[in-house]
Structures are given as C-alpha cells and as structure tokens.
C-alpha cells in the first residue's frame, strides 16, 4: 500500500509553521481585551471586566505566510504586576497600550517600556506603542506633543488605534509579527549582542516609522 503523502505533508506543514506569543500590555481599562478580542475574534466588548490574563490563539497569513499566534491579554492592575515576570520573559513581542483619554495610562506605558528592557536586558526588544480608544475625540487629553517625544525617547514604532471601530486592530498585531520575524532573522544573522545587529535593528525601527507616516500616522 503506497504511503499517506497527504498526511506526511499536513504533520510537515503544521510542524514549520512559525509559532509568535504576543503580549498585549497596559493600565487598567485602557482597552488591551477590547483590541485582543477584535483581533481574535472579531468583535467588541462594551463593558469592563478587569483581566487577571486571557490567553487566545489564532492562525493567520501575514504577508502570505501562515503563522500561529498565541495573544496574551495581561492584567492592568497592579495587584496582579506578580504575574508580569512570566510573561514577560516568555514574551516574542510586545503592545504597551495606552488610552488617549487617560494620562496616567499613558505615564504607565513609559514605566511597562523600562520593565521590558529591564527584564530583557536589552532595548531592542519588538515593541509597538498603541494610542487606543482615539474615536473619543472630544476626550482626548494625551497630546500629539506628548506621543512624539516618547516615540524620539525610545525609537518606537507608534500605531493609533480604536478597538471600538477596528481601526488598526488587525495592522497593529501584523507589524508586531513582522517586528518580531525581522528580529529574530537577524539575531540568527549577527547574533544578539553584535554591534551589525544593532545597526540593522535601528533600520527596521526607521522603516517602520517611514510606513506610518505614509498612513498618516502620528510619530
């Protein structure tokens, strides 16, 4: 009996197909479970229910390749900052969200930066900054000032997003992967302490800055 190609195939497929953990960062109630579940599964939540940590899975081709992505969806209360450590050590690639109507949140996202390269032990780490719930225009009191030089301060790509109307949702999980493929081809390339890796790690920060800015994105 001639063998099963087509199962030999499948089992070969599923075993290269990459495999991301996506952690989604921020204080409480600026809409970290609102951006995973529109991303996850496509719909919003309207009300608030303080997250102790949501794990969601969800396969997806991103530049016509198929991947597999793990979303954790973290506490935003300092109650549960016990269960930080874990994740983000385990983490592939980060969201710090912020909500555009809450300025505490967004001096919390500065803070949840710091901790990463601390717990990493480095500053070129896949990170993307999200300014959420930007469809409460009359509300918004972080400013474009402020935005700006957080993003100077520590060359991070920067996306504005609204869980609410899906703006961005699913472009801001993309670029988090794409960050995290680039990162990872080059520390196979020059390894993680090489000064050309560094220098290629700045030129896709710059590229990724160039992309927004051509949407219109604020940097």
């Not at 960062?25 to 949501?54: C, H, M, N």
């Not at 794990?55 to 390749?65: A, G, L, N, V």
């Not at 717990?119 to 009191?141: F, G, H, Q, V």
């Not at 090489?194 to 219109?216: G, R, S, Y």
Request: hydrophobic share 35%.
């Amino acid at each position: 009996m001639p063998p099963n190609t087509s199962k030999t195939s499948s089992a070969e497929t599923a075993t290269k197909k990459p495999k991301y953990q996506l952690v989604v960062l921020g204080g409480g109630g600026v809409g970290k479970s609102a951006l995973t579940i529109q991303f996850t599964q496509q719909y919003f939540i309207r009300e608030y229910d303080p997250t102790i940590q949501d794990s969601y899975t969800k396969q997806c081709f991103i530049d016509d390749d198929l991947c597999k992505l793990e979303v954790l969806d973290t506490a935003g209360q300092e109650e549960f900052s016990y269960m930080r450590e874990q994740y983000l050590r385990s983490g592939d690639g980060f969201l710090i969200v912020f909500s555009v109507i809450d300025k505490n949140s967004f001096v919390e996202a500065e803070k949840l930066f710091r901790l990463i390269w601390r717990m990493k032990d480095r500053d070129d780490y896949p990170i993307i900054l999200i300014a959420n719930k930007t469809d409460l225009i009359e509300e918004r009191i972080v400013t474009d000032e402020d935005i700006l030089r957080f993003t100077q301060t520590y060359k991070v790509p920067f996306l504005e997003c609204s869980a609410k109307k899906r703006q961005n949702v699913d472009q801001a999980f993309h670029d988090l992967v794409r960050l995290i493929r680039r990162y990872k081809t080059m520390e196979r390339q020059y390894g993680k302490n090489d000064l050309a890796c560094q220098e290629e790690i700045e030129k896709v920060k710059t590229i990724q800055k160039t992309k927004k800015k051509k949407n219109c994105i604020i940097q």
